[in-house]
């Protein structure tokens, strides 16, 4: 089965750039979607088709996605910032998420 | 502004069958570019697929859940159904229905707030 592999923590100074990775063969020919929880809260998406910002989701988010690797970042990280940040793709029709990454604020 | 409710019994014995139902409000079921989906969390774990359903019926799901899931699709109450038979503890999770949107490849734009599941006798 198809699997998304991401870090499992990313730390970063408020004001600053954030990036979480994630892994899978041949990412680059699929498109990729991040979501963002908080703690006690449903997802939310932040980015799709690989770098499409929804309504309503902060400039300072942008994504990009190549080769096996496709890219979250955070750019001007803020404290709101601080969450579980999970990838998702389309392996045939079966949706795949990554492991999750928990970005910290510090 | 769509909003998706799930509902369901909290609390499901083993070997029983658990059954959710997702309710959507602010637009109907049927319009526009969209297909219904499961997702379930397990405490202090990641996301989880259990698969998605179209308005016409048509299906898809989680290999390693297949044989275990049926959705349905009620469009005259705007709900769509989730049902996972033989359930173990390892089915205790947080329960997430969404709404997925076929013309920006997929994503999924919409979530309820979730639903606990806990099983156990």
């Known amino acids: 089965s198809y699997e998304l592999t991401q870090p499992p923590s990313v730390s970063v100074s408020p004001g600053q750039t954030a990036s979480i990775t994630c892994s899978g063969d041949k990412l680059g020919d699929k498109y990729v979607c991040w979501y963002q929880q908080k703690p006690g809260q449903s997802p939310v998406l932040v980015i799709y088709?690989?770098?499409k910002r929804p309504s309503g989701i902060p400039e300072r988010f942008s994504g990009s996605n190549s080769g096996n690797t496709a890219t979250l970042t955070i750019s001007g990280t803020q404290a709101m910032d601080e969450a579980d940040y999970y990838c998702?793709?389309?392996?045939?029709?079966?949706?795949?998420f990554g492991t999750g990454t928990k970005v910290s604020v510090l | 502004q769509v909003q998706l409710q799930e509902s369901g019994p909290g609390l499901v014995k083993p070997s029983q069958t658990l059954s959710l139902t997702c309710t959507v409000s602010?637009?109907?079921?049927?319009?526009?570019?969209?297909?219904w989906s499961w997702i379930r969390q397990p405490a202090g774990k990641g996301l989880e697929w259990i698969g998605r359903i179209f308005t016409s019926g048509s299906t898809n799901h989680n290999p390693s859940l297949k044989s275990r899931v049926t959705m349905s699709v009620d469009t005259s109450k705007n709900q769509f159904s989730l049902k996972v038979s033989s359930v173990t503890a390892a089915d205790t999770a947080v329960y997430y229905c969404a709404r997925g949107n076929i013309e920006a490849a997929g994503p999924l734009d919409y979530w309820g707030q979730g639903t606990l599941v806990t099983v156990s006798s």
């Open positions: 602010g637009g109907s079921i049927t319009s526009g570019s969209y297909y």
């Open positions: 998702q793709a389309w392996d045939s029709s079966s949706a795949v």
């Open positions: 088709r690989d770098s």
